[in-house]
Structure formats: structure tokens, C-alpha cells
């Protein structure tokens, strides 16, 4: 098993007809994911069609759910909708939703979480590459790839991925994919200061899938995610894990690129997560480069 | 996004909340106008505040002598003074760098008699996705060093963002602040004005410190903000026009002015090997893996995920106008974006720039092989790194060579 998702998931893509969503749905179609739906108000009754593959369009999530059995949505909307667009997937009683848009204003998202709570639908993101969970075929086809996520580096395998960079997991992916090691799921948690999954929340997934054997955890400076599953780790951990933070060089008071990158009070900083991990028993990398051999380092 | 102390001062004052009377001066003429008034109206001490976006103004030091970016001034004569030794001079602060900011604007203020200072501050608590305030009876000092010796001493309040801050919470912080009677009701009243500037704002963080009891030219006790600081989320200020307005070119660095012209994510720092990046977290790295192997980075650069030719040429322009570039590194895992494109952007900016640094490029993922060819073709001094390490190493030993 996989977490989150498997090659049978049925994915409705929001904002399909954007120039970001239809730059990445096919890419989605060709790796294999079932794609089922899209949605774009306004233009609901009209067909995304790539290589063969017709996706219907919906004006709105709930019928594009009903029609099609779609249990998941990756939101690709632009920043100032975004937030509805995540709570009309709530609405419409789905599994997942994974939202990709970076730029969400962070009292949107504040609002969007206190509407969530206790609501049985997950949210991943925003502002986060996504999901990848690799699939048997070549360059990992057949797999379920929902996001921006360059497919063809994954490999399906073990080794879960969690992070919140997405050009660092896909170091991280590539590295294992080069020593002949593959992944179970990787899973970009997003760069912002509220986001729906946590890496302790992934991180006790991973610990509960069988087929997860080892784990990366890939943090960056700013909040206190990282420690808080370091600790958890610390108590209830059973497999190897290996973790890297990102912006131990990074000025305090700036923020690095992502909303959440900041160390600010002299809280956040890399050295306090660095300590953290190994407090925990996660075997630190060095450097970035390292991420993938300090984990197979820790699993013989 | 920052903004001045009496822009701040504004915002809070639209939501009710007290702050001492005064106005922003650019000029002589404006400041004489300004702290007579003040002096007129019964003010027997005013205050004279430099504005600029950096702490430690009043231990500050002007280029031209003058000590302190902040004087309290008895006498319309002395206001002018320093009014004088303020306007479009040069102010060094612990936190401006030794290049200092010039203060194009000051604050003219009524400077009241304190008789007790608090800290207060809304701000987001990542633990719980949600807004927070923070009051403390340590005010005026440093609310870090509070934090960490008597963390007793810090009072909290979160509050639901689905109904917003409710008045018993206000009333609670003014509790713990040991209040009573009208100046009670008052601190209610200005942590819920206070609040509301920050959400309706859409503030990351509203700082008041010092939050003052003052004594009134009368004699009466009344609560107000003596000091305020206001950071603004960026990516809500599409909906503030209002509060974009208040943007302070002159406060932000140009060469990352220039950058957010090109979607570029650039911030300067003081080392010697510049980093042309895609990515937030692996533009962090890529500044960590150069420290880790004994080289500083000039800069944080994030040309993101989709990144053009147009841009990466203007990215190797901004990374190479700072002077103390002695060696270039770029590092891109183009997963989706092309390698080629990539390639193709760089050869042209190094022909464009002339560019006679140190080159080390580190290509990985898709179309590399064609982005590679490129490079190798081009007939230019590229150092080629086959992992993030071995560019990490080359680029340092180029710098010390």
C-alpha cells in the first residue's frame, strides 16, 4: 500500500482550463493517474481532451463528484479563489485535496482550516508540489501522480518522502531513484505557515504502511513541524528515518522564498530542528546531497 | 511587507485604537508646523522619530554625528534642531548595517508622561493555524528576552477565526495586565481595535511595544500605543491597494526591487559565491552546501519552478551587480522545466554580461542531456558539476584559488 492515494484513485483536477492546471494535467494523464474530471466554472459540458483521453468539465465539484465518483481534487485555482475552491471540495465530501496554488493570503488559509476541522476531508498544501505515489511501469508509470511533480524521477519502491520544498524532494527522490531505490509515496506538504498535513501527520502514515521501510523528512527554517515530529519519532518511531533542513544559512527576520521560511524570535532556525532530529534518532544529512545514503546508511 | 511606525500608527487609528496625536513630516517647514501645534494644544514635551523600517533607532547614530534617532524636544527650538538633524540624513541603527537608511520622513508626536509600559502583539501561532495575541507587563524592553527568562510573564489569547476575537478575551488580557477601572475598559477597547487592524489588515504580525499608560496634559490616566510596528502578508495585498500605497521603495534593497520586477525571489547576503537556483528549499541548500564546504553565499536566488530565458538573463545581471561576487553557481533539478531552456538562458547571459567569473553549473533532470550538449557547445569557460557536492566543492575551490 501507498498512503494517501494508489493508481485506482479517481482525481477531479480545479481549475483544469488554467494555464497552470493544463499545463500539468496531461502530464498526470500520461503517468497514468486516473483523471476523471475537471472543473472550471463556466465552462462546465466542455471536454479536456489529451492523446485520447477525454476529461469531462463540470461548472462545480459536486456534480463533477456525482458524474464521475472522483474521490480527490488537486486545486491548481489562481491565489484569490483558492480558498473557496478548497471548501467546495469539503463540501463535496472528498477524500483529499491537494492544493498546489502558491500565494494564498495566509488569513484565507486560517479561515479555511477552522472550517475543516472535525470535517472528514484532507488537505495537502497549499503552496506544495504534491503527491506522487510511483507506479510499476517505465519511469514509473501506472502510478498516481497528482500536482507538479516531475513523475519520470520516481521510482516505486519503500522509501516514503515528506517535505515542505518541492525542488528538494525531488533531490531527494532522484538521489534514491539513482541508487536502484524506489518510493512508496512522496508527498509535498507546501512551503506556507498553514497548511492542511503536517510532516508528524504523514510521518504516522508512513509508520502504518507496510510497505514504507524507511523514511526522508525534509524540513525547512521557520515553525516548529519538524520538532514536533522529531519527538513524536522519539517515542512511537519504528522505522529509520533520515532528515535534512533547509536555510541553516538563511538571515533571521527574511523570508526565504516560501511564506513559512522565516525565522523569526529566534524561533525556527535550522539548528534547533538539526537538534531536534538527532535528539530523536533521525539520522541527519550533512549536506543536501546526502539525503538518500544517510537513510540507506540507517536501513543496513 | 513593512511599513513605517506612523503608517502603522494610521491603520491602527482607522480601528479605533489610541495613539499619541502627531503627524508625519518630510520637511523643515512641515515639522515646525507640526510640533508647534502640538506645543499650542498643551503638549509640554514632544517627540521627534525618525522613520525608517529597522530597530534600534533611538541608540541610533546619524552619518553626520548626531546621536539618537529619536529626541523628545521641550521647546519648539529644540524640535527644530532636530528636525533638521533628521530630514534626508543617514541613520546607523544596530539593525540598518554599517550603510545606514535615510530618513526621509519623521514623526512629530506628543511625547506623554509614561506611567507604565506593556507589550501587546497579534500575530500567527503556526501551532494552531491560528491568530494570537500576546500582552505582557514587560514592556518596552526586548519581548524575545522576556520569552525566554519569564515565560510566565507572557499572556496569550487565541482566537477562533470563525467568530473572531470575542470582548471577554480582551477583557482577560487586561486582567492579566493588572488593570482597573476606566483605563481597564480602555485596554479592552484598544486590543480589540488592535486585533481587528490585523486581521482586516491582513497583517503577519501588529507590534506594540510600548503599550503605555499614560498621564494627559489634565492629569487622567489613559492607555494608548507609544510605539507600533506593522508587517503586512504579501500575498494578501492584492486585495489592500490602500496599504500597497504605503510601500517604501526607498526602505527595500534595489537590486531585489529589481528582482520582484522579473517574478525573482532575491535576497542579498554578505558572502562571495552567487547562487542562481529554482526552487525555495533547494535555493536554501544550495546557500547551506556552499557554507558546509567552507564558502559564504552572495545571495539567495529563486528563479522558480517555470523559469524563462528572460529570466534567467536578468537573474545573472542582479546576482552579478553586487561587487563582492567572486564565483557563480547555479544549481537547477528542472523536473518539469526544460534543461535546454535553461542552458540556452545561461550561454546568453554569459555572452550578454561578459561575464569573466567562475561558472559552475550543476544541470539535473529533465532534457539534461540536450541542456548539457548546450553548454559543452557553446564554447564557454563552464565548469560542469555532476551532483550538488561536487558544484559545491568547485565552486569554493574557484573562490579560494
Given at each position: 500500500?501507498?498512503?494517501?492515494?494508489?493508481?485506482?484513485?479517481?482525481?477531479?483536477?480545479?481549475?483544469?482550463?488554467?494555464?497552470?492546471?493544463?499545463?500539468?494535467?496531461?502530464?498526470?494523464?500520461?503517468?497514468?493517474?486516473?483523471?476523471?474530471?475537471?472543473?472550471?466554472?463556466?465552462?462546465?459540458?466542455?471536454?479536456?481532451?489529451?492523446?485520447?483521453?477525454?476529461?469531462?468539465?463540470?461548472?462545480?465539484?459536486?456534480?463533477?463528484?456525482?458524474?464521475?465518483?472522483?474521490?480527490?481534487?488537486?486545486?491548481?485555482?489562481?491565489?484569490?479563489?483558492?480558498?473557496?475552491?478548497?471548501?467546495?471540495?469539503?463540501?463535496?465530501?472528498?477524500?483529499?485535496?491537494?492544493?498546489?496554488?502558491?500565494?494564498?493570503?495566509?488569513?484565507?488559509?486560517?479561515?479555511?482550516?477552522?472550517?475543516?476541522?472535525?470535517?472528514?476531508?484532507?488537505?495537502?498544501?497549499?503552496?506544495?508540489?504534491?503527491?506522487?505515489?510511483?507506479?510499476?511501469?517505465?519511469?514509473?508509470?501506472?502510478?498516481?501522480?497528482?500536482?507538479?511533480?516531475?513523475?519520470?524521477?520516481?521510482?516505486?519502491?519503500?522509501?516514503?518522502?515528506?517535505?515542505?520544498?518541492?525542488?528538494?524532494?525531488?533531490?531527494?527522490?532522484?538521489?534514491?531513484?539513482?541508487?536502484?531505490?524506489?518510493?512508496?509515496?512522496?508527498?509535498?506538504?507546501?512551503?506556507?505557515?498553514?497548511?492542511?498535513?503536517?510532516?508528524?501527520?504523514?510521518?504516522?502514515?508512513?509508520?502504518?504502511?507496510?510497505?514504507?521501510?524507511?523514511?526522508?523528512?525534509?524540513?525547512?527554517?521557520?515553525?516548529?513541524?519538524?520538532?514536533?515530529?522529531?519527538?513524536?519519532?522519539?517515542?512511537?518511531?519504528?522505522?529509520?528515518?533520515?532528515?535534512?533542513?533547509?536555510?541553516?544559512?538563511?538571515?533571521?527576520?527574511?523570508?526565504?522564498?516560501?511564506?513559512?521560511?522565516?525565522?523569526?524570535?529566534?524561533?525556527?532556525?535550522?539548528?534547533?530542528?538539526?537538534?531536534?532530529?538527532?535528539?530523536?534518532?533521525?539520522?541527519?544529512?550533512?549536506?543536501?546531497?546526502?539525503?538518500?545514503?544517510?537513510?540507506?546508511?540507517?536501513?543496513? | 511587507m513593512n511599513i513605517h511606525e506612523y503608517q502603522a500608527k494610521q491603520l491602527?487609528?482607522?480601528?479605533?485604537?489610541?495613539?499619541?496625536?502627531g503627524d508625519p513630516c518630510k520637511t523643515l517647514e512641515e515639522a515646525t508646523t507640526a510640533a508647534?501645534?502640538?506645543?499650542?494644544?498643551?503638549?509640554?514635551?514632544i517627540v521627534i522619530k525618525s522613520q525608517i523600517h529597522a530597530g534600534g533607532r533611538g541608540?541610533g547614530t546619524f552619518t553626520h554625528g548626531f546621536k539618537g534617532g529619536v529626541k523628545?524636544?521641550?521647546?519648539?527650538?529644540?524640535a527644530v534642531t532636530y528636525a533638521e538633524n533628521m530630514l534626508g540624513k543617514t541613520l546607523v541603527t544596530?539593525q540598518t548595517g554599517p550603510e545606514g537608511r535615510v530618513v526621509q520622513t519623521i514623526l512629530v508626536a506628543?511625547?506623554?508622561?509614561?506611567?507604565?509600559?506593556?507589550?501587546?502583539?497579534?500575530?500567527?501561532?503556526?501551532?494552531?493555524?491560528?491568530?494570537?495575541?500576546?500582552?505582557?507587563?514587560?514592556?518596552?524592553?526586548?519581548?524575545?528576552?522576556?520569552?525566554?527568562?519569564?515565560?510566565?510573564?507572557?499572556?496569550?489569547?487565541?482566537?477562533?477565526?470563525?467568530?473572531?476575537?470575542?470582548?471577554?478575551?480582551?477583557?482577560?488580557?487586561?486582567?492579566?495586565?493588572?488593570?482597573?477601572?476606566?483605563?481597564?475598559?480602555?485596554?479592552?477597547?484598544?486590543?480589540?481595535?488592535?486585533?481587528?487592524?490585523?486581521?482586516?489588515?491582513?497583517?503577519?504580525?501588529?507590534?506594540?511595544?510600548?503599550?503605555?499608560?499614560?498621564?494627559?496634559?489634565?492629569?487622567?490616566?489613559?492607555?494608548?500605543?507609544?510605539d507600533a510596528k506593522i508587517s503586512l502578508?504579501?500575498?494578501?495585498?492584492?486585495?489592500?491597494?490602500d496599504i500597497l500605497a504605503m510601500r517604501d521603495l526607498a526602505e527595500e534593497s534595489p537590486l531585489e526591487i529589481?528582482?520582484?520586477?522579473?517574478?525573482?525571489?532575491?535576497?542579498?547576503?554578505?558572502?562571495?559565491?552567487?547562487?542562481?537556483?529554482?526552487?525555495?528549499?533547494?535555493?536554501?541548500?544550495?546557500?547551506?552546501?556552499?557554507?558546509?564546504?567552507?564558502?559564504?553565499?552572495?545571495?539567495?536566488?529563486?528563479?522558480?519552478?517555470?523559469?524563462?530565458?528572460?529570466?534567467?538573463?536578468?537573474?545573472?545581471?542582479?546576482?552579478?551587480?553586487?561587487?563582492?561576487?567572486?564565483?557563480?553557481?547555479?544549481?537547477?533539478?528542472?523536473?518539469?522545466?526544460?534543461?535546454?531552456?535553461?542552458?540556452?538562458?545561461?550561454?546568453?547571459?554569459?555572452?550578454?554580461?561578459?561575464?569573466?567569473?567562475?561558472?559552475?553549473?550543476?544541470?539535473?533532470?529533465?532534457?539534461?542531456?540536450?541542456?548539457?550538449?548546450?553548454?559543452?557547445?557553446?564554447?564557454?569557460?563552464?565548469?560542469?558539476?555532476?551532483?550538488?557536492?561536487?558544484?559545491?566543492?568547485?565552486?569554493?575551490?574557484?573562490?579560494?584559488?
Amino acid at each position: 500500500m501507498s498512503i494517501f492515494v494508489t493508481p485506482q484513485t479517481k482525481i477531479l483536477i480545479q481549475g483544469i482550463t488554467g494555464s497552470f492546471g493544463a499545463r500539468h494535467t496531461p502530464l498526470s494523464i500520461e503517468y497514468g493517474t486516473q483523471v476523471v474530471a475537471g472543473v472550471t466554472p463556466g465552462k462546465g459540458g466542455q471536454i479536456f481532451e489529451h492523446k485520447g483521453v477525454r476529461v469531462p468539465i463540470f461548472d462545480t465539484v459536486e456534480e463533477a463528484v456525482k458524474a464521475t465518483g472522483a474521490t480527490t481534487s488537486a486545486v491548481f485555482v489562481p491565489p484569490p479563489f483558492a480558498a473557496d475552491a478548497i471548501l467546495e471540495g469539503v463540501d463535496a465530501g472528498l477524500d483529499l485535496v491537494v492544493t498546489i496554488t502558491e500565494g494564498i493570503p495566509v488569513n484565507d488559509m486560517v479561515r479555511v482550516k477552522r472550517a475543516m476541522s472535525g470535517l472528514r476531508t484532507r488537505l495537502i498544501g497549499p503552496n506544495c508540489p504534491g503527491i506522487v505515489t510511483p507506479g510499476e511501469g517505465k519511469d514509473s508509470h501506472g502510478g498516481c501522480r497528482i500536482g507538479i511533480a516531475p513523475g519520470y524521477i520516481h521510482k516505486k519502491g519503500n522509501i516514503g518522502v515528506v517535505s515542505r520544498s518541492g525542488t528538494l524532494t525531488y533531490e531527494a527522490v532522484f538521489q534514491l531513484t539513482c541508487r536502484g531505490v524506489g518510493q512508496s509515496t512522496c508527498v509535498g506538504i507546501g512551503g506556507d505557515p498553514v497548511n492542511g498535513t503536517s510532516h508528524l501527520d504523514v510521518i504516522k502514515l508512513f509508520m502504518a504502511d507496510p510497505e514504507t521501510h524507511g523514511i526522508i523528512m525534509i524540513g525547512e527554517i521557520g515553525g516548529a513541524a519538524e520538532e514536533e515530529a522529531a519527538e513524536w519519532i522519539a517515542l512511537h518511531g519504528t522505522k529509520p528515518v533520515a532528515g535534512f533542513i533547509a536555510g541553516a544559512t538563511a538571515p533571521p527576520g527574511r523570508r526565504m522564498g516560501h511564506a513559512g521560511a522565516i525565522v523569526s524570535g529566534g524561533k525556527g532556525t535550522a539548528q534547533a530542528k538539526f537538534d531536534a532530529f538527532r535528539a530523536a534518532g533521525i539520522g541527519v544529512a550533512a549536506t543536501p546531497s546526502e539525503m538518500a545514503d544517510t537513510l540507506l546508511r540507517l536501513m543496513k | 511587507m513593512n511599513i513605517h511606525e506612523y503608517q502603522a500608527k494610521q491603520l491602527l487609528k482607522q480601528n479605533g485604537v489610541a495613539v499619541p496625536a502627531g503627524d508625519p513630516c518630510k520637511t523643515l517647514e512641515e515639522a515646525t508646523t507640526a510640533a508647534k501645534r502640538l506645543f499650542d494644544s498643551g503638549h509640554s514635551l514632544i517627540v521627534i522619530k525618525s522613520q525608517i523600517h529597522a530597530g534600534g533607532r533611538g541608540k541610533g547614530t546619524f552619518t553626520h554625528g548626531f546621536k539618537g534617532g529619536v529626541k523628545l524636544a521641550k521647546t519648539l527650538e529644540e524640535a527644530v534642531t532636530y528636525a533638521e538633524n533628521m530630514l534626508g540624513k543617514t541613520l546607523v541603527t544596530k539593525q540598518t548595517g554599517p550603510e545606514g537608511r535615510v530618513v526621509q520622513t519623521i514623526l512629530v508626536a506628543a511625547a506623554e508622561k509614561i506611567v507604565k509600559e506593556f507589550y501587546l502583539a497579534v500575530l500567527l501561532d503556526r501551532a494552531t493555524s491560528r491568530p494570537l495575541i500576546m500582552a505582557s507587563t514587560e514592556g518596552g524592553v526586548d519581548i524575545e528576552e522576556v520569552a525566554e527568562k519569564t515565560p510566565e510573564k507572557i499572556l496569550k489569547e487565541t482566537v477562533d477565526p470563525a467568530v473572531g476575537i470575542q470582548p471577554y478575551q480582551a477583557r482577560r488580557i487586561a486582567r492579566g495586565l493588572g488593570l482597573k477601572g476606566e483605563v481597564f475598559n480602555a485596554a479592552v477597547k484598544l486590543i480589540m481595535g488592535v486585533y481587528k487592524t490585523s486581521w482586516e489588515c491582513d497583517a503577519s504580525m501588529v507590534e506594540i511595544n510600548p503599550l503605555a499608560i499614560v498621564e494627559t496634559a489634565s492629569g487622567k490616566e489613559s492607555i494608548m500605543c507609544v510605539d507600533a510596528k506593522i508587517s503586512l502578508d504579501d500575498n494578501a495585498l492584492y486585495r489592500h491597494a490602500d496599504i500597497l500605497a504605503m510601500r517604501d521603495l526607498a526602505e527595500e534593497s534595489p537590486l531585489e526591487i529589481e528582482a520582484s520586477k522579473f517574478s525573482l525571489n532575491y535576497i542579498k547576503l554578505d558572502g562571495s559565491i552567487a547562487c542562481l537556483v529554482n526552487g525555495a528549499g533547494l535555493a536554501m541548500s544550495t546557500m547551506d552546501i556552499i557554507q558546509h564546504y567552507g564558502g559564504l553565499p552572495a545571495n539567495f536566488l529563486d528563479v522558480g519552478g517555470g523559469a524563462s530565458k528572460d529570466q534567467v538573463s536578468a537573474a545573472f545581471k542582479i546576482i552579478l551587480s553586487d561587487p563582492n561576487v567572486k564565483a557563480i553557481f547555479v544549481n537547477i533539478f528542472g523536473g518539469i522545466m526544460d534543461c535546454n531552456v535553461i542552458a540556452n538562458g545561461i550561454v546568453e547571459a554569459v555572452k550578454e554580461t561578459g561575464l569573466t567569473l567562475p561558472l559552475i553549473v550543476r544541470l539535473e533532470g529533465n532534457n539534461v542531456v540536450a541542456g548539457k550538449a548546450t553548454l559543452a557547445a557553446s564554447g564557454l569557460t563552464i565548469i560542469s558539476g555532476d551532483t550538488m557536492a561536487d558544484a559545491a566543492k568547485k565552486v569554493v575551490a574557484a573562490v579560494n584559488s
